[in-house]
C-alpha cells in the first residue's frame, strides 16, 4: 500500500512565506477608505504569492498534499466589511490552480471553529454558510471547485448532543448543494467521537476526515480501529480518491490533545498496523506544529523501518 504526506499552509523552510497575513478590523476602521482598499489587496497579494512560493516548495520536495490557508484573504467574511477579493487577483488564483493540476496535487480548506450547522442560532448557522461560501468562491477561482475539499467539524453538543445532530441535519440544508458536495467531516478530540462522525458522514453521503490523534483523544467508547476504519474506507467510495487522514502526536501525557512539534512515529504505529492490514492507498495531512519539517522527518523516521519504502520526496510504500 502507498502513504502520500501533506502539511497545513505554512512551509516553515522558506524565509517569511506565511499565508496567512491578517488585518485587523479595529486597525481597519482607522483607515480611510482607499487606505482600506489598499491594504486589503496588498495583503491578499501577498498571502497568494506565498501560497504559490509554498507551491513550488511542494513541487521540489514531491509533496502532494497541501491545505490552503482559511486566511488567505482578510476580513473576507466580516459583515461590516465588503470588498471584491476575486476580481483583482484572478490571475494568481489561476496560476494556483493551473500548478495544482498540473503537479496533481491534492489540497483542501480547513475553515475554523466557529464555522459549525449545530447551533440554535440562525445567525450562527447563516455565518457558517456565508464561510464556506467564502472558501467555495475561492476554489472557484482557482478553477478546483470540483475536486479540494473544504473539512468541517460536527460542531458543538450544547448540553444534548441529539438535539445537536438534529438541527445539524437540519441546518445543513441551507448550504448550498455544490458547496456541500465537496465538504468533509472530522471527528473531535473532545465530542463527536470517530463512530458518531461517521454516522453524521454516513447519513449526508459526506467524506469523513478521520484523526487519529483526535480518535485517540476521544475514544470513550473503545471503539476499534478495526471496525471503524472499513466504514471511514467507504464514505470516500464515490470519488475515486484516497482517504485522507490527519496525523499529529500528543504534546504530552498532560497536554494529550495538544499537537506536538513533530511526529511520533510509535504513536501512529497501532494505525500503520491496521492500515497495512488493509492495505489500501491512504494520504496522510501532518498537523504537527513543525508543519513541512515534521512530514519531512516522518518520512525519514518511517522510511528507516523493515518494510517502510521511501518512493517519492513525500510517498511511503509499506
Known sequence: MQIRFGY????LS???ATPAKTLTYSRYKKMSPEERIEKLEYITRTNLLHTLRALHYNIA???NLYR???SLVPLATHYEVEWDYITPFEDLYKEIGSLVQRHEMRTSFHPNQFTLFTSDKNHVTQNAVQDMEYHYALLEAMGLHEESHINLHVGGAYGNKENALKRFHENLNTLPGPIKDQMTLENDDKTYTTSETLEVCEKESIPMMFDYHHFMANNTEEESLTDLLPRFYKTWERLG?????HISSPKSENAFRSHASYVDPEFIKPLLKELKRLDVAVDFMIEAKEKDRALLQL????SNIRGYKRVGGATLKI
Not at 480518491?241 to 487522514?245: S, Y
Not at 518520512?299 to 518511517?302: A, C, E, F, G, R
Open 68 to 70: 490552503f490557508s482559511s
Open 8 to 11: 497545513v499552509s505554512h512551509a
Open 61 to 63: 520536495h514531491e509533496i
Open 241 to 245: 480518491m484516497p482517504p485522507k487522514i
Open 299 to 302: 518520512i525519514d523516521d518511517l
Open 14 to 16: 522558506l524565509w517569511e
